[in-house]
T-cell receptor, first 113, second 114 residues
Framework: AQRVTQPEKLLSVFKGAPVELKCNYS??????LFWYVQYSRQRLQLLLR??SRESIKGFTADLNKGETSFHLKKPFAQEEDSAMYYC???????????????FGAGTRLAVHP | EPEVTQTPSHQVTQMGQEVILRCVPISNHLYFYWYRQILGQKVEFLVSFYNNEISEKSEIFDDQFSVERPDGSNFTLKIRSTKLEDSAMYFC????????????FGPGTRLTVL
């Protein structure tokens, strides 16, 4: 079964603290993993995808196929990082743009001053 | 920067009524999707659409649901006879024809069924 698990509903940290938002997936094939972010009153927007291996707004995420994880990390959280973060899996690998996204339940990150 | 747009932002309807949710995908995108999010739950895939036909649909997308691309710009989701449990946020998304599956989301339509 294809599944994405985000175990934490809420992660509350102080500004400057490291952040790790956990994501585990279940998929037998070759997955494509994404992190989407939703700031207050804004739309879902792509933050990271594992194939690009880039750092966006200081966030990184590494796909660990052995642990079936794609945790999102940032060494020093900022108040503007406060948002809802969704991990998503695209089943079917890199076969094109029609693959559905399977979302985790989301983690709300709250960064306090 | 081009964006996916959705109308209306909020729709209130009576149980049993038909509703049509509208989306304008990004103009050069060819894949279109509908997702929904019931309050407090996950974002769930409903349907994907390409080349004027459904590519894939979930078990949620039963005979009460239909999608259409009536012209070159709009992409609609119709619910024929709404139920209370259809109350949710409905998101439209679109993506290009590339090897990347980056999907661009609209702001959503909040559907409230009374």
């Amino acid at each position: 079964a294809q599944r994405v698990t985000q175990p934490e509903k809420l992660l509350s940290v102080f500004k400057g603290a490291p952040v790790e938002l956990k994501c585990n997936y279940s998929y037998s094939g070759s997955p494509e993993l994404f992190w989407y972010v939703q700031y207050s009153r804004q739309r879902l927007q792509l933050l990271l995808r594992h194939i690009s291996r880039e750092s966006i707004k200081g966030f990184t995420a590494d796909l660990n196929k052995g642990e079936t994880s794609f945790h999102l990390k940032k060494p020093f959280a900022q108040e503007e990082d406060s948002a809802m973060y969704y991990c998503a899996l695209s089943a079917g690998g890199f076969s094109g743009g029609y693959n559905k996204l399977i979302f985790g339940a989301g983690t709300r990150l709250a960064v306090h001053p | 920067e081009p964006e996916v747009t959705q109308t209306p932002s909020h729709q209130v309807t009576q149980m049993g009524q038909e509703v049509i949710l509208r989306c304008v995908p990004i103009s050069n995108h060819l894949y279109f999707y509908w997702y929904r999010q019931i309050l407090g739950q996950k974002v769930e895939f409903l349907v994907s659409f390409y080349n004027n036909e459904i590519s894939e649909k979930s078990e949620i997308f039963d005979d009460q649901f239909s999608v259409e691309r009536p012209d070159g710009s709009n992409f609609t989701l119709k619910i024929r006879s709404t139920k209370l449990e259809d109350s949710a946020m409905y998101f439209c998304a679109s993506s290009e024809v590339t090897s990347s599956n980056e999907q661009f989301f609209g702001p959503g339509t909040r559907l409230t069924v009374l």
